[in-house]
């Protein structure tokens, strides 16, 4: 049975409430303990400036190679740039809000990891339940691995963190993911860890994607940065503006959805998966298709996408801009 297995798969009998007591305390002392040694975003952390190169896999299994650049000052002020060929995507970060800017609809769905790779201790503000703490050599000879109870809501995924018992660094998440098209398991191994300061950097990342070998990232550059230009934190004009919530949230939920239109002379069933921002009055915003069907039905499913309205996402109860993924489906017509 390979690791990927055991983390799916994994099971035992249900502990008394001494023992998951002990389990929880374990495997949250273990990420407290890899949090603080490696967390160079934490509150207290000095500001950096850091460069990274990283190639990724794409869709048509070509290799895309790029650039990823991040000045941080603090959670509610940074910046980062992703370049891959002529694309450049641009992200500023606010105390509840972040600013997405894309060069052009070209960019790679692909090197959306990458920010979820680089920042390392980056998943949901949620209180995280776990199942088991065990051993795990397969993955590194005094590996250690915390493994969270199963979630119904996603397919039953967990998340996993796997740990050096003699550093007490992080070696490798796994972590559910949303995709258009499904919910991906999605592992990132870090290694070759430098001191920087007070913390432990991993300079080199590899992901996969259920199974499949997706991103690799290496750290080129990463210097203090005392005094950045507070330039670099305004919001560059025309970019899409996302909520940030550190409580519980919920999601859009369709108010009007009317059916689509088809495309002229086409009969063939068919479904369009559109990226959108729905914001603050429900309204769709920055409308993307992620999953095509053809040139055809993509017009179709935009236009009425850009007709339908949102009762629009929540954190703690006010309404935040929410980017999700929605399906437009064309029925087999009947004649």
């Known amino acids: 049975m390979d690791r990927w297995s055991i983390f799916v798969f994994l099971a035992c009998l249900i502990p008394s409430c001494a023992q998951a007591q002990s389990v929880q305390q374990r495997a949250e002392a273990l990420l407290d303990k890899a949090r603080q040694l490696s967390d160079i975003r934490s509150p207290n952390a000095t500001a950096f400036r850091l460069k990274a190169t990283f190639s990724l896999i794409g869709k048509n299994l ?8 991040e000045v941080w000052v603090s959670k509610s002020q940074w910046r980062r740039e992703t370049v891959v060929k002529d694309w450049r995507r641009t992200e500023v970060g606010g105390a509840a ?130 005094s950045p230009d507070p330039a670099l934190f305004t919001p560059p004009p025309g970019a899409t503006e996302l909520g940030v919530c550190e409580q519980k949230s919920k999601p859009p939920r369709p108010a009007v959805a009317r059916s689509p239109r088809w495309p002229p002379a086409s ?29 055809s039905f993509n017009e179709a499913a935009v236009n009425t996408v850009r007709s339908w309205r949102f009762f629009p996402a929540t954190c703690g109860g006010d309404p935040m801009p929410m980017r999700i993924n929605v399906q437009v489906q064309f029925p087999r017509q009947l004649h």
């Open 62 to 69: 070509d290799m895309i190679e790029g650039t990823y650049t």
């Open 97 to 226: 809000r972040v600013w997405l800017l894309d060069s052009s609809n070209d960019f790679p769905e692909q090197a959306t990891l990458l920010s979820n790779a680089i920042e390392v201790f980056r998943w949901p503000p949620v209180n995280l339940a776990f199942d088991s703490v065990s051993d795990h050599p397969e993955i590194a000879p005094s590996a250690e691995c915390a493994v969270t109870k199963p979630d119904p809501a996603n397919r039953n995924l967990r998340l996993a963190f796997c740990f050096d018992k003699k550093t007490g660094l992080l070696l490798e998440k796994v972590f559910p993911e949303e995709r258009p098209w499904n919910l991906a398991s999605e592992a990132c191994d870090y290694s070759s860890f430098h001191k920087i300061g007070d913390h432990w950097l991993p300079y080199k990342i590899a992901c996969s994607e259920d199974r499949h070998h997706q991103l690799d990232v290496a750290i080129v550059e990463i210097s203090p940065e005392p």
């Open 267 to 295: 009969d063939q069933k068919s479904q369009v998966t559109v990226s959108i921002v729905v914001d603050t009055k429900g309204i769709p915003q920055d409308i993307k298709v992620v999953d095509s069907a053809g040139a």
